[in-house]
Every structure is written in structure tokens, then in C-alpha cells.
């Protein structure tokens, strides 16, 4: 597996860590919602909203960067991967926009507080759902012909897909369960705990069907995955996967407050390098690499140099929201 560091290369590994981004900070306010029917009515909803109210606006700017860079940086593999998950897509968008007003409405309509929690919680599981079978869509192959998707509208809906659609929700939820564990105090932080082990035994276990899964869906993949010399550069990620795995379930075990939560993100990301050594160089597998689908060289350059102001002013203030709402979630509203 040989990567070749060139503009085109730089803005793959741009690409994903916009969408690590995303997934990691948007994903644990989408996993609070998932959750959300779990937690009592009243003051501990209301404190699980109003740990997330401060950030959860900001975090979604990776998703415009990320498919917004994949447009720019990548058109061919965006206009054959959007034709390929239009309903997925379209899924995600109404499920964050559900989500988005309820968030707001709940607390300016408590007449109806219970028709938009359960918005709330819909629109959270059906955005989750919607990304992990985009993504096991995209894992299981694309019919392209020539330069165009060909296959049918129907052609992400797979057994596999909706694996990877449900581990992702487990995910979501065991990222959002470990911030509340660091957000939150008293019963609430120990409710929170108790569905923290639960969503990190499920994603554990679904994390290890689809990889499974994997081996048998590409001969490809599976080379990859299994024979020399590639097995040496792959072994570390299951490896290291398994010490996160056992150090979050200790940490749960030993009441600790924010630990859970920054292994939850690593594990996380032991599953996106396994995806980017799984992928690695397509962009649509079976057969556009991401020199195929890239975009011309001098708007690649263009484009770079715009997001090399525009990205760290991102991490500033990012970094500046969660730095000024740190600490544990008070008991004032949402207002």
C-alpha cells in the first residue's frame, strides 16, 4: 500500500479529517438524542440539552467542509456518490433539520414538549442511521459506468449497509453517553454511566461484525487485510483497538469523569484509520481512485489556499466554545 504525498493526497487526508471531525463532534449530541428516550423526563433531559446547547450549532460546520471540500476537491466522486445514496442523503438532511428545530421549540413550546422531544429523538436516529449505511454503501461498491452511477435507487439497502447504519448509532450513542458522564453529576452522571456500557459493548460487538464482514464482501479488502506485507501495516489497528476497549470499559468501571469520553473518540479513530487502510487510494471502490476523481490542479491550489485561513479560524473557535463551557453542565435552561 503505497500512499504518494501530492496536492491531491493533501486534500484526501483534508477530506478526512473534516469528516473525523464531524463524526466525533456532531456524533455525540446526535448519540444524546438517540438516548434521549432513556433519560427521565423533566430537569435530566433538560440538563443533557443543555450540555450540548453551547456547541452543537458549531460542530455541524465540519459536515459543510467536509461535503463542500468533497465537491470542490473531488467532483467525480461527488456527483457518482450522491446519485448512488440520494435517499440516504436526503434522510440525513430532514433528520437534522427535525432535530435542529426541536432542539429550539422544546424549550419555547413546552405545550408540546413531548412532540418535540420525540422529534428530537427521531431525527437524531434517523441522521445517525442514515450516515453509517452511506458509509457501508460506499464500503460495498458503487456501479459506475464510465463517469456516471448506474446502478438502481435502491442499490444501498444490503444486510451489510444496514450493519454499518446500526453500529453507527451505537457509536453516537456511546459518544454521547460518555459525555454526559463527563457533563454531568450525582444519579444523572451514574445513569449516564449505566448506558455508556451498554452502547460500548454494542458498538464493540457491531464493530467486529462488520469488520468480519469486511474480509467477505471484497477479495480486495480481504488481501489487504490478511496477507504480507500489508498484514504488518494493518495489525496495529485491531491491536490498539482492543487496549481502547479495555481501557473505556475500566474507566467506566472506575468512575471516571471525562477518560471515557476521549477513548470513545479514539476508538473512533482506530475505526477511521481501519476505513482509510480498508479504502485506500479509492474514493468510489471497486475503481475511481482519488486521482481519478480529482479536481484540476490549479483548483486544487485555489481551493487550498482558502482553506488554510478558513481551517484554523475553525479549530479557534472551536476550541474557544468548548474551552469557555467546560466543566460540569449547570442547572440554568436553555432560553
Known sequence: MNVNVDLTTVWAFIIAFAVFAYVVMDGFDLGIGILFPAFEAGPERDRAMNSIAPVWDGNETWLVLGGGGLFAAFPLAYAVILPATYPLVIAMLLGLVFRGVAFEYRWRDPSHRRFWDAAFTGGSLVAA?????????????????????????????????????????AGYALLGATWLVWKMEGPEQEHARRLAKVAAWATVLLMGVVSLYNLLLNAEYADRWLTAPEIYLAAPVPIVTA??????????????????????????????????????????????TIWDAAAPERSQIFMLVGVAITMPLILIYTGWAYWVFRGKTSDEGYH
Open 243 to 288: 487496549v481502547l476497549v479495555i481501557a473505556l470499559l475500566r474507566a467506566l468501571s472506575r468512575e471516571r469523569h471525562s477518560k471515557p469520553f476521549w477513548l470513545s473518540i479514539s476508538l473512533f479513530l482506530m475505526g477511521m484509520a481501519g476505513l482509510g487502510f480498508t479504502m485506500w487510494p479509492y474514493v468510489v471502490p471497486p475503481g475511481i
Open 129 to 169: 442511521l442514515a450516515q453509517g449505511m452511506t458509509l457501508g454503501a460506499l464500503l460495498q461498491g458503487v456501479d459506475v459506468t464510465g463517469r456516471a452511477y448506474s446502478g438502481s435507487w435502491f442499490d444501498w439497502l444490503t444486510p451489510y449497509t444496514l450493519l454499518t447504519g446500526f453500529g453507527t448509532v
